[in-house]
């Protein structure tokens, strides 16, 4: 696998290569993991586990912290599930997140990965406000296979567009609903209000199976903050990390996790209509931890 920027392999060059288990090997660590975007109670939590697993172990070789440290990180990732539940017909998935976070791109990834599994994808343009948002995500739609509802005029009631998407789908018999939601308003708690209505009106019809956070893995720390309004009002069941084929710091992935308790369910890792995948814990450690 070609080395990615996020991996830790970069910042892990040269570390475990010492003979000894030696204080300069856990400041290197440290560093290493500091570097990689764990933060600091999450790299403190870490090393104290292998410092009492070196321990209790008798471990001496540099190369057994490496492979603890490895199985670390994936019992970590591994703690909360990644499945994805479209068990429903249809089943409906609300896709939220801040403007830029690359929620247009993953929806359209996201529908194409679904066609790809051989089921059937309808996608509804809630984020009425702007007519090119519109535009981009019918385009995306179409590449991957997928129907699309749009709003019949610009700023339609997201709400309304919601409805019609799951009523096309319960009527055509579409596996899924994917809805794409407005990522700015006004204020934060008008975009919550519209947020509600959709879950409401969406419910008379069909329960919501999913509701996808979109996070930009490039802006660590702060693109949580600016989410925090989502995770704490809108019911989210599954994080979404784009960009992690870009500049982001692969230890973001286990923080955000551990720090929201939400799940993550899917990863983005490039523009293309084929770049995203499911969540699997024990590749993403074995990449952190090549
Ligand atoms: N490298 C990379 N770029 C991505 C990824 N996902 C999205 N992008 C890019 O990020 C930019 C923003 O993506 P959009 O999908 O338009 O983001 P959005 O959140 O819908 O933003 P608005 O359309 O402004 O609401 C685009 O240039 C995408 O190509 C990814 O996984 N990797």
Redesign the pocket.
């Known amino acids: 696998m070609a080395e990615r920027s996020w991996s830790l392999g970069g910042a892990l060059r040269g570390l475990f290569t010492t003979p000894v288990v030696d204080d300069e090997m856990w400041d290197d660590l440290e560093a290493a993991l500091i570097g990689a975007d764990f933060g600091p109670d999450l790299t403190d939590e870490i090393l104290d586990h292998l410092r009492s697993e070196v321990d209790r172990l008798r471990i001496t070789d540099p190369a057994d912290v490496k492979r603890l440290l490895r199985e670390t990180i994936e019992e970590r990732l591994a703690a909360h599930d990644p499945t994805l539940r479209l068990s429903e017909r249809p089943a409906v998935v609300l896709v939220v997140?801040?403007?830029?976070?690359?929620?247009?791109?993953?929806i359209g990834?996201f529908a194409k990965f679904l066609t790809g599994y051989q089921r059937s994808v309808v996608v509804g343009a809630a984020?009425t406000f702007r007519a090119a948002?519109v535009d981009?995500l019918a385009t995306w739609a179409e590449r991957a296979g997928a129907g699309v509802v749009r709003p019949q005029q610009q700023g339609q009631d997201p709400a309304s567009v919601a409805y019609q998407t799951v009523e096309r789908a319960i009527a055509d018999g579409t596996d899924i609903a994917i809805i794409d939601t407005a990522?700015?308003l006004q204020t934060k708690a008008g975009l919550m209000d519209e947020l509600a209505k959709v879950r409401r009106v969406v419910e008379k019809l069909a329960p919501i199976a999913e509701v996808l956070l979109?996070l930009?893995g490039t802006t660590g720390q702060n693109g949580v903050a600016q989410a925090q309004a989502f995770i704490e009002h809108a019911g989210v069941t599954g994080l979404v990390i784009?960009?992690?084929?870009?500049s982001a710091k692969g230890g973001f992935v286990l923080r955000v996790q551990q720090q929201t308790g939400i799940p993550i369910k899917l990863i983005?890792?490039?523009?293309g209509i084929g770049?995203?995948t499911g969540f699997t814990p024990h590749v993403f450690a074995q990449s952190l931890v090549p």
């Not at 997140?97 to 993953?106: E, P, Y």
């Not at 784009?242 to 870009?246: E, P």
């Open positions: 997140g801040v403007n830029g976070v690359g929620k247009t791109t993953t990834k984020d948002a981009q990522g700015r979109v930009d784009t960009k992690l084929d870009g983005g890792q490039g523009e770049d995203l």
